[in-house]
């Protein structure tokens, strides 16, 4: 190419950045207004500010980072997501970390994506770790899955904080203390709090009275809260519940006319 072709190569790329900074400006200003209502919004709504970053654009690539800054998230998640989906598919969790980290960056306020980032790190990948045949050694296995177990832990900790009105997120920490860290005490916690919130599901006053009967030294409050329970009908009888009411009463010494009955054989 010639010296006057690339000085009007030069010229004309020249022309299409000023007038693409034109549009920019013209289209910031117009929409300053409305965003900072929807600043506002987004602050009364525990809406954690979008990190929009160098990885993120490279992840996306130009388009889709432009995408992003022009209010088009929600679909720019959603191709993460597809793309976490299919790492996920090929074990690298690495990717599929990395992935869920930016979708949920890009959308706080879906709890699915926090909820399903938790779930990939806590139980899938942790069980990858621990069954990975190219690490011999066991002590590096365990850490490598505890490591994930945290990772989840985060990611609804992180999740609950954007969402403090969403009960399937609390249910989700309470089961992964029970599953992972065999901790009933922090799981009954957590069931209780999904309990607490309007429109929770009924269970999950039923869960923490669960976890609290496995807790030593919690036995009397956990007898008297499935006997309320168990007091509120029928709907309430269900076998866990019969059962873990007659290990408690067995072991607070409760006198024989104040126990349930037996359950039918």
Request: hydrophobic share 45%; net charge positive.
């Amino acid at each position: 190419m010639t010296r006057l072709a690339c000085q009007a190569v030069r010229r004309r790329g020249d022309r299409r950045l000023v007038l693409v900074l034109v549009i920019v400006l013209v289209l910031g200003a117009a929409k300053l207004p409305v965003e900072r209502k929807l600043s506002a919004v987004h602050r009364q709504e525990h809406f954690r500010g979008v990190e929009f970053n160098l990885d993120l654009r490279e992840q996306v690539g130009q388009l889709g980072f432009i995408a992003a800054l022009s209010g088009f998230r929600s679909i720019v998640a959603d191709v993460l997501f597809m793309q976490a989906h299919a790492a996920w598919e090929r074990t690298d969790w690495g990717r599929v970390l990395w992935l869920f980290r930016q979708v949920t960056t890009l959308q706080p306020r879906a709890s699915l994506f926090w909820d399903m980032a938790a779930w990939h790190m806590a139980w899938n990948a942790s069980v990858a770790a621990m069954n990975d045949r190219t690490q011999p050694r066991l002590a590096l296995r365990i850490k490598a899955q505890r490591e994930y177990f945290a990772l989840g832990k985060d990611f609804l900790e992180r999740g609950i904080k954007n969402n403090p009105g969403r009960p399937q997120l609390y249910e989700s920490l309470a089961r992964l203390y029970k599953e992972k860290y065999q901790d009933h005490a922090r799981a009954s916690e957590f069931f209780a709090k999904a309990a607490a919130i309007p429109g929770a599901p009924s269970y999950d006053k039923r869960f923490s009275a669960y976890e609290l009967s496995y807790c030593e030294g919690h036995e009397r409050e956990a007898y008297q809260r499935l006997r309320q329970l168990y007091d509120t009908g029928e709907n309430e009888r269900l076998p866990t519940l019969i059962t873990r009411l007659k290990f408690l009463e067995n072991k607070l010494n409760i006198a024989q006319d104040q126990r349930i009955p037996d359950p039918a054989s």
